[in-house]
């Protein structure tokens, strides 16, 4: 319960300081090692050593680009049953006005390991990267102008991510934090697509 207190103290007095969010920025951070929504809490199931996952998801926009996402998911352990290696692969393919793009996404490496386990909950804390599949500046094949973020199958931003989680039979608070080292290599600008998109330049400031 001490253990407890003192993380939301922590996080409490850095809410105060300085507090900002964009939400999840990809499909990938908020599903990486102790931060993962989905894990299982009971002592009598036995831990998986090792797993491969395989989904598809469809997403879509505001705007008109649709998104489909087929992801592979692996984990081992490491060592021993408390240390996890977990791999993430996506590939990604969008279709919209703006035309149509595909590709493998950004490669995700997250390495997991259980800092307090008892029969009442579990600490778990992560640390991983992200690797960018390119430099998030592919062009139209119809126009050659280079396509928003939202067409884009990578963020192409090489990324450190750390997180810890807390965990017991009803409950999982998970908090992470995510810092790129470098600014992606997109160029996009609305006003070069005004001249050439039939959907007028106020649907084209709205991509901005």
Known sequence: MRILYVITCICLISASYHAGAQGCSDAGFCTMGAMKPDQPYNK????????????FYR???????????????????????KTFFQVKVPYQA??????????????????????????????????GSKIPSNNSNLRSNETGLTLPMYYQTSLGTYDAIAGISFINKQWLFATGIQHPFNQNGNTFDWAEWIPVY???????RKIF
């Open 44 to 55: 009598k199931i036995p831990i998986k050593l090792r797993s491969m996952e395989v989904s």
């Open 59 to 81: 997403g879509t926009t505001t705007i008109s680009p649709v998104v489909y996402v087929a992801n592979l998911d692996m984990s081992f352990n490491l060592i021993d049953d």
């Open 94 to 127: 969008v279709n919209g006005n703006f035309g149509s793009t595909s590709g493998l996404g950004d490669f995700s490496l997250c390495l997991t390991r259980n800092l307090y386990s008892s029969e009442k909950f579990d600490i778990s804390a992560s640390i």
């Open 198 to 204: 039939e959907g007028g330049p106020d649907y084209v």
